[in-house]
């Protein structure tokens, strides 16, 4: 485990499920990142450990920033994929959490580095957060798919085993080099409205969230999370509705749903320049506060 940086090394963890969620292809509009860290707040997590990010990581697309310490000293804060562990007494376990940018080199080596470290850490499950764009209306209750690659974890936890067939991201390579280990594994990904991907989704997060309590046995209080989740919904209707071109499609992909009928082809779509222009007025709207 050579690219582990440790702080300090964890003992004595109960059970632990490792929960993983990286940024950029698998995480629009930071729903899965933003769960992990939510329940690594909600839970008072602590970390112990980084992967190095020298290995692993182009630079160029993943660039490090400075931050100015005392207002003198220029300090450069290079990509990381950080660990937590979270000790939850009540529950029937604890938790292992990671979250940091999806890498761009050697793959295989990075999910090799992380099922050693489970191993190590006596975890019994991986649990992978993800988030998707699809053709689905933010009016309706956030859709989560939930996956798992071991037979007995699908029948137990009531998850279904994949199908799919092409690209995929990190978390489709951790969860084979999860199987290839014999180590349990399960994903859950969020639905998340492609027309409002510009912006952090705090509905999708704390949908994730409560899917993901079901499968560890973990409770986390969600309140400030559900009271976000209300504004952006408030905020995303006025968004809309400034615009009839939007609010028209809104309501096409509302009958879809309701109706079940077949995606809406990209000539339903409004423009390209439409869209944009109403992501930008939306992010103004919520002004600099939300953009934690």
């Known amino acids: 485990m050579a690219p582990i940086v440790w702080d ?21 509009a930071d729903a899965a990142s933003a769960a992990v860290t939510f329940v690594g707040t909600g839970l008072g997590a602590s970390r112990f450990a980084a ?22 000293h220029r300090e450069i804060l290079w990509p990381e994929v950080e660990l937590y562990e979270a000790r939850v007494p009540r529950a029937p376990r604890d938790l292992v959490l990671l979250v940091g940018h999806e890498p761009s080199y050697r793959w295989r080596a990075f999910t090799s580095t992380i099922v050693e470290l489970a191993e190590a850490l006596g975890v019994q499950m991986v649990v992978t957060l993800g988030a998707l764009l699809a053709d689905v209306v933010h009016t309706r209750p956030t859709s989560i ?4 690659s071991d037979e007995s974890l699908v029948e137990r936890l ?3 085993s994949t199908r799919y067939e092409g690209p995929t991201g990190i978390t489709g390579v951790l969860h084979a080099a999860c199987a290839e280990a014999g180590m349990p594994s399960a994903s859950l990904w969020a639905a998340v ?6 912006t952090p989704n705090p509905k999708a997060a704390l949908a994730l969230v409560r899917r993901l309590e079901g499968l560890v046995g ?3 209080d969600a309140s400030e999370l559900e009271s976000a989740s209300a504004d952006y919904e408030r905020q995303v209707n006025l968004a809309v509705q400034s615009d009839p071109e939007v609010q028209a499609f809104v309501e096409r992909l509302e009958a879809a749903a309701e109706d079940q009928e077949p995606d809406l082809s990209p000539r339903d779509m409004p423009s390209g320049d439409t869209l944009a222009r109403e992501f ?3 992010l103004r709207q919520r002004g600099p506060e939300s953009s934690d």
């Not at 990581?57 to 100015?68: A, E, G, S, Y």
């Not at 798919?145 to 798992?148: N, S």
């Not at 409205?193 to 510009?198: D, G, T």
């Open 8 to 28: 300090r090394r964890p003992d004595g963890l109960r059970a632990p499920a490792l929960v993983c969620a990286f940024k950029g292809w698998n995480d629009a």
């Open 218 to 220: 973990v409770s986390v």
């Open 280 to 282: 930008q007025r939306f």
């Open 158 to 160: 009531d998850l279904r």
């Open 51 to 72: 992967i190095e990010s020298e290995e692993f990581f182009d630079f160029q697309n993943t660039r490090p920033t400075i931050r100015l310490v005392d207002g003198r």
């Open 145 to 148: 798919t939930g996956l798992a």
């Open 193 to 198: 409205p492609h027309y409002i991907a510009a």
